[in-house]
């Protein structure tokens, strides 16, 4: 997936997501593989007094492999860092000398006491 052509301080926004878009395909392919090495089976429920039966599924190994686990978090990471300089980008839009210190998701309008307040507005 090539770069977006956008603002030059977003470039690093637009990489994350790439990154991220990359993840999840390989997310999706271990989930595939982990689906197909698992034995499932499948029983067809039914009961006199409901009028629909229902299918009950159970898989001999329930516990994801750990890779599993580091894509997603890899995943939420980029997706995370990504809003972070989302925030910095929408501030060089504003102001183009921001530094961007301070600045990180959530950006609020006014300062909840106790936050320590941005030093670059």
Same mark, same amino acid.
Request: proline content about 9%.
């Given at each position: 997936?090539? &770069? ?21 395909? %390989? ?45 997603? %978090? ?15 980008? &929408? /501030?060089?839009? &504003? ?8 600045? /990180? ?8 006491? %106790? ?7």
């Amino acid at each position: 997936m090539p &770069l977006p052509n956008s603002l030059p301080w977003m470039e690093s926004a637009d990489a994350k997501m790439i990154r991220a878009h990359e993840n999840i395909e %390989g997310i999706a392919r271990e989930i595939n593989e982990w689906f197909a090495s698992i034995d499932v089976k499948m029983y067809l429920k039914n009961a006199p007094d409901l009028p629909a039966p229902w299918l009950v599924v159970h898989a001999t190994d329930y516990i994801p492999p750990i890779r599993l686990s580091i894509l997603i %978090g890899e995943c939420v990471h980029n997706m995370r860092s990504a809003i972070d300089n989302l925030v910095c980008g &929408l /501030a060089l839009t &504003l102001k183009p000398t921001c530094k961007c210190r301070d600045l /990180a998701f959530p950006l609020f309008k006014t300062r909840r006491s %106790g936050m320590k307040r941005p030093t670059n507005r």
